[in-house]
């Protein structure tokens, strides 16, 4: 009998080794969620490898994508354990060969969920350590385990139901971030916290812990700013003291210098940086936007006062009235937009663009022209979590406010 310790990148290789030489596989995971493994085992299966995966669902840890993508894998050969008052906590994973009227079975069997953060390759992925096992007595004990819990594991509906309702639970009550760090694995790039397919946020909630994950990236970073505290040094209290200013009753030529300083993002050398979040009016702008002001002040009332079905097209309207006045580009354009909506429009500048751009699978360099910053408004829109709402929650209110705004953090590379 073989017995071989596994442990970071040897993990996922073997793993794909002996899925290369099996006839069939037999998982029961904890948590299961997508990733190149279930890539691995959708090539095996469309090789004619025969698969059955019994998963846990506890505390919404399992990603509904990667149910509805071992349920095609398996052909309907999945079960998927109940909550209840006993946690489903197994990683076992059978590999089955037949040859000659002989069957050997290998197995794995360790710490690792079948996620990505368990057999990601990656070096951000869990510490797992799992043993091989087989062929031999302890795999057979093994595969008898399997298929006693596969007996007992019956379905009281379809598959496809159980899946459907499961989803729709986890949407109302996704895991949060924490949890979804340990199945996922530590994400390297902050926009990827709203553009990876798994990590993808699906409700407001669901926004809100990605913010709190980005506070953290930004606190690794050495960034002296956050994002959610309305009195701290952050997003939320740039935008809405910087919208007070643009918005207010005071002409702007009219404001103190350190109004206009905090209104253009320029503010005291030691707090510039986080003044300017969103982005800032460049000096170039600035007289221009002074003297345009009863201009500009129009046309961000007609956008202020929108209806949402309006959008985006009321946004791409005064996006070219403001860049007709001379010296204001789709930087200071967008911010002042931005400012005026900042639950309906994002601002688009040269620190933003790269991961505006990976974020809606559009060229950086095409998104300053008006009809591609439509589609890219028109992208926002399409997110799960962008459009649930309104909230009563206090906190979650706010971030509704300013939901389109708060995407900046996870695109924000300052030069």
């Not at 995966?53 to 993508?69: C, Q, R, Y």
């Not at 595969?143 to 639970?169: K, L």
């Not at 996006?319 to 937009?337: E, K, S």
């Amino acid at each position: 009998m073989t017995r071989k310790v596994l442990c970071g990148d040897d993990l996922p290789n073997r793993f794909t080794a002996l899925l290369g030489n099996a006839h069939s596989v037999d998982i029961a995971t904890a948590w299961a969620t997508p990733g190149e493994h279930l890539r691995e085992l959708a090539a095996a299966a469309t090789r004619g490898v025969k698969i059955r995966a019994i998963v846990g669902v506890s505390g919404n840890a399992t990603h509904p994508d990667a149910l509805k993508e071992l349920n095609t894998i398996t052909a309907g050969k999945l079960r998927i354990v109940p909550k209840g008052d006993s946690l489903f906590h197994p990683k076992v994973y059978l590999f089955e060969r037949h040859g000659r009227g002989i069957v050997k079975r290998q197995a794995l069997i360790g710490s690792a969920n079948f996620t990505r953060g368990g057999f990601g390759r990656h070096s951000s992925a869990n510490e797992e350590i799992v043993l091989e096992v087989g062929p031999g007595e302890r795999a057979d004990e093994l595969a008898d385990w399997f298929q006693d819990r596969w007996d007992r594991c019956r379905m009281d509906s379809h598959i496809s139901e159980v899946i459907h309702r499961y989803t729709e639970d986890w949407k109302r009550s996704p895991p949060h971030r924490q949890v979804q760090r340990v199945t996922l694995g530590w994400v390297s790039r902050r926009r990827d916290l709203l553009g990876d397919d798994a990590l993808r946020p699906k409700s407001l909630e669901g926004f809100r812990q990605a913010l709190c994950e980005c506070e953290e990236h930004l606190r690794d970073e050495g960034r002296e700013w956050e994002i959610l505290d309305p009195k701290g040094r952050s997003y939320m209290r740039a935008i809405r003291d910087r919208r007070k200013l643009l918005l207010g009753e005071e002409s702007w030529s009219q404001l103190d210098a350190d109004s206009q300083r905090r209104l253009k993002g320029s503010y005291r050398r030691q707090d510039m940086e986080w003044w300017g979040l969103t982005g800032r009016i460049v000096r170039k702008s600035w007289p221009a936007v002074l003297q345009n002001e009863s201009r500009i002040r129009g046309t961000l009332d007609a956008v202020r006062h929108a209806h949402d079905h309006e959008f985006p097209d009321v946004a791409v309207d005064a996006m070219r009235a403001l860049r007709d006045i001379d010296d204001v580009g789709y930087g200071t354009a967008t911010l002042l937009l931005t400012l005026a909506r900042p639950d309906r429009l994002l601002s688009l500048n040269g620190a933003s663009r790269n991961g505006l751009g990976a974020l809606s699978g559009m060229s950086p360099s095409t998104l300053a022209q008006p009809d591609n910053y439509r589609e890219l408004l028109r992208w926002l829109y399409r997110q799960p979590w962008y459009d649930d709402g309104p909230q009563t929650d206090e906190g979650l209110v706010r971030i509704w406010k300013s939901r389109a705004a708060l995407v900046d953090p996870f695109v924000y590379e300052p030069t």
